[in-house]
């Protein structure tokens, strides 16, 4: 029986294990993950398939050296919009996910309105990037550029099971 506080998606500590285990590594094949959490092979699959399907797991993904492909700098823009209804906030933000070089966009609250991080090989990409990409999206009243010297800590999810209850 599911506690009533309890929602049926909810996942339970063996799903938090699982989840933990594929967030370090997402090409673990169904019996090493179930060795892993202390399960046999088929209920395993079966909670993973059910955290695929209700979205927990949102995708599998290989994640890639950047500086390996030549992009060695992580620049972090922030942008003030001239205006700030829907249509132009919809619009910017459908603009940051058609370039490539942004590999996060959030609006934001507080001094600017989006907080953007850029992926770029040296300052002259960064600059064709302002000049040829950024800028010519329309509404831009200013930016402020900060370039990130050194990456303390690079994860692109949470561990469920180091994170506090919510």
């Given at each position: 029986?599911?506690?009533?506080?309890?929602?049926?998606?909810?996942?339970?500590?063996?799903?938090?294990r699982?989840?933990?285990a594929?967030?370090?590594?997402?090409?673990?094949?169904?019996?090493?993950?179930?060795?892993?959490?202390?399960?046999?092979?088929?209920?395993?699959?079966?909670?993973?398939?059910?955290?695929?399907?209700?979205?927990?797991?949102?995708?599998?993904?290989?994640?890639l050296?950047?500086?390996?492909?030549?992009?060695?700098?992580?620049?972090?823009?922030?942008?003030?919009?001239?205006?700030?209804?829907?249509?132009?906030?919809?619009?910017?933000?459908?603009?940051?996910?058609?370039?490539?070089e942004?590999?996060?966009?959030?609006?934001?609250?507080?001094?600017?309105?989006?907080?953007?991080?850029?992926?770029?090989?040296?300052t002259?990409?960064?600059?064709?990037?302002?000049?040829?990409?950024?800028?010519?999206?329309?509404?831009?009243?200013?930016?402020?550029?900060?370039?990130?010297?050194?990456?303390?800590?690079?994860?692109?999810?949470?561990?469920?099971?180091k994170?506090?209850?919510?």
């Amino acid at each position: 029986m599911i506690p009533r506080n309890k929602r049926q998606d909810e996942p339970d500590q063996t799903d938090l294990r699982i989840l933990s285990a594929l967030q370090e590594d997402g090409r673990l094949t169904t019996n090493a993950l179930a060795e892993k959490v202390g399960l046999s092979p088929s209920p395993c699959w079966t909670r993973v398939k059910r955290l695929e399907e209700n979205g927990t797991i949102e995708k599998y993904v290989a994640v890639l050296d950047q500086k390996v492909l030549g992009f060695t700098n992580v620049v972090f823009v922030e942008i003030t919009l001239d205006k700030h209804d829907d249509k132009i906030l919809d619009h910017f933000g459908e603009a940051l996910t058609r370039i490539p070089e942004v590999v996060e966009a959030y609006l934001v609250t507080g001094e600017y309105d989006y907080f953007v991080k850029v992926v770029v090989s040296g300052t002259d990409h960064y600059e064709r990037f302002l000049r040829e990409t950024l800028y010519r999206i329309p509404g831009i009243r200013q930016t402020r550029t900060t370039f990130g010297l050194r990456t303390l800590k690079r994860a692109i999810s949470i561990d469920p099971l180091k994170m506090p209850k919510p």
